[in-house]
């Protein structure tokens, strides 16, 4: 049987508010539904942000370190985590949470070994704790986790932007928009699509990065066969 590819799919944290929960559960249901309809056709790995909850480097308190913020923030994704875990599990989908902060009581210590083994036995991975340090972000995360499992693609929704623009479309009404684009690209002008370290990560890889809007229905399936708009960056 020819070996699944491996795509990586990323959601940011402030996708599952709603104006009276940090996590909605329809939402929550919506992503764990197209997860579920993908394992069929790839290996999966997850990754949620933590913005519904904190993120260290906008956080407004003011006697709290930075380092102390951002370790938070990493928490923040392990909370995401843990609810899309159990949701998979309620639709008897194979599941494996590893925290990038180590956690053991509550999620598996990470590995790569053991994650990699998992991964190809079609268990979906979800990667909590973003790169396990502070100063970074989820974005860092997932390009290192596309580095060791030889992804094919990141799929990335975004909040209400259905791509990559020169400028925030919203703001600036003549924002040029990419249907494609390369790293270098990326890094040179100096687009708002993943944190500068993870551009470098990826910069000389074969992982594709593919943007569109998270509000579309079935945003990473249509995404995949390309039913929505969206920008693809590759090196
Ligand atoms: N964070 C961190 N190191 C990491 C990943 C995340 O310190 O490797 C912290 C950081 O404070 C970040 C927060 O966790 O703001 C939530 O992650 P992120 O901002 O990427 O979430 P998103 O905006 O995608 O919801």
């Given at each position: 049987m020819k070996e699944k590819q491996t795509i990586l799919l990323k959601i940011s944290?402030?996708?599952?508010?709603?104006n009276e929960t940090i996590i909605n559960n329809t939402k929550l249901i919506e992503i764990a539904n197209q997860i579920k309809v993908l394992t069929k056709t790839y290996n999966i790995g997850v990754v949620i942000g933590g913005g519904n909850i904190i993120r260290g480097g906008t956080s407004t308190l003011k006697n709290v370190a930075r380092t102390t913020a951002d370790q938070m923030g990493m928490i923040a994704t392990l909370i995401n985590s843990l609810a899309l875990r159990d949701q998979l599990r309620s639709m008897n989908v194979k599941v494996d949470l590893y925290s990038l902060i180590p956690i053991p009581t509550i999620a598996r210590v990470y590995n790569i070994n053991e994650m990699k083994n998992h991964l190809a036995n079609n268990h979906v991975i979800i990667f909590a704790?973003?790169?396990?340090?502070?100063?970074?972000?989820t974005d860092s995360g997932i390009a290192l986790r596309a580095l060791e499992t030889d992804a094919k693609a990141i799929l990335m929704a975004k909040n209400g932007v259905d791509g990559v623009y020169s400028a925030d479309p919203r703001k600036v009404k003549n924002a040029k928009r990419y249907d494609k684009l390369t790293y270098l690209q990326a890094l040179k002008e100096n687009l708002q699509v993943m944190d500068l370290t993870a551009l470098s990560l990826l910069k000389d890889s074969g992982v594709t990065v593919q943007i569109f809007n998270a509000?579309?229905?079935?945003c990473f399936i249509k995404a995949l066969t390309n039913k929505i708009k969206s920008t693809k960056m590759t090196k």
């Open positions: 944290g402030e996708f599952f508010k709603d704790g973003g790169t396990g340090n502070p100063f970074f972000s509000d579309e229905d079935k």
